[in-house]
């Protein structure tokens, strides 16, 4: 039995995460954390860790960068591992998250959906490919108007993995309006739409010469994140210090 402390319990996410762990044997949410107290749970909720003296096995964080070094804290004092669902980290906040790795588990990925992870392969065995025959590359992201930071953490890391086997060559474009010039052969453009309840669709374009590929996920609900995160939550325990993502979970 895998126990969980997940912060920001009454959120959105939180409470899809809630739900799905009160019908699975195999993990149990023993206490929660988040600023809001406008839910009730069948756990202990408190709005700091400072306040949280519950024994578990792994940290699951759905919530936001604010207040990431007293979880840092906390998981580093009682030996415990963090799922980092969070996105929109600072780099200074991002260093942090390194250094904490060294001493716990940290398991981060920018997007705990098994489609977005899989398609996350496939888009680079496409760029290693199709750049050498004058493709270009866009990724399109789409989410709900209450989403705050663009672009999206997923379209970024998406960015990163097509930018890792292509040799870091490649600047990424966030905006075409400021600029009035043809467009670099070595950029990924990436742009934002925000609207609506959309839950999150990313496109990546492969546009070549009188030919285009694209490939898209697209999530209609957010449980496929919280089964992501609960994968995730079972899965680190018991690892080694260091950084792991959902692809050592599907190989």
Same mark, same amino acid.
């Given at each position: ?18 739900? $799905? @762990?009160? *019908?699975?044997? !195999?993990?149990? =949410? +023993? ?98 490919? $199709? @750049?050498? *025959?004058?493709? !270009?590359?866009? =990724? +399109? ?107 050592? =979970?599907?190989?």
């Amino acid at each position: 039995m895998t126990n969980i402390i997940l912060r920001g319990c009454n959120g959105k996410m939180g409470q899809v995460i809630t739900n $799905l @762990v009160e *019908s699975d044997d !195999d993990a149990i =949410i +023993v206490a929660g954390i988040d600023i809001s107290q406008s839910k009730v749970n069948k756990y202990p909720v408190y709005t700091s860790f400072s306040q949280c003296h519950v024994m578990a096995d792994v940290i699951v964080d759905f919530s936001s960068p604010k207040n990431l070094t007293e979880m840092l804290d906390y998981a580093k004092e009682n030996e415990i591992g963090i799922v980092l669902c969070t996105t929109g980290f600072t780099k200074e906040e991002q260093g942090l998250i390194e250094e904490t790795a060294k001493e716990i588990p940290v398991f981060q990925s920018a997007n705990m959906s098994m489609g977005i992870n899989l398609i996350t392969k496939l888009i680079q065995e496409a760029a290693k490919l $199709l @750049v050498d *025959s004058g493709f !270009d590359i866009e =990724i +399109v992201e789409k989410h709900h108007n209450k989403k705050v930071d663009a672009p999206s953490g997923t379209a970024i890391a998406l960015a990163d993995a097509m930018n890792k086997v292509l040799g870091d060559a490649y600047e990424y474009k966030y905006d075409r309006s400021s600029v009035r010039e043809m467009r670099g052969k070595k950029e990924i453009g990436i742009s934002s739409v925000r609207g609506g309840t959309i839950v999150g669709e990313h496109e990546i374009i492969f546009a070549g010469t009188d030919e285009v590929i694209e490939i898209k996920h697209t999530a209609y609900s957010k449980a496929i994140f919280a089964k992501g995160a609960i994968q995730a939550a079972k899965f680190l325990p018991g690892k080694e210090p260091g950084k792991y993502q959902m692809s050592d =979970i599907i190989g």
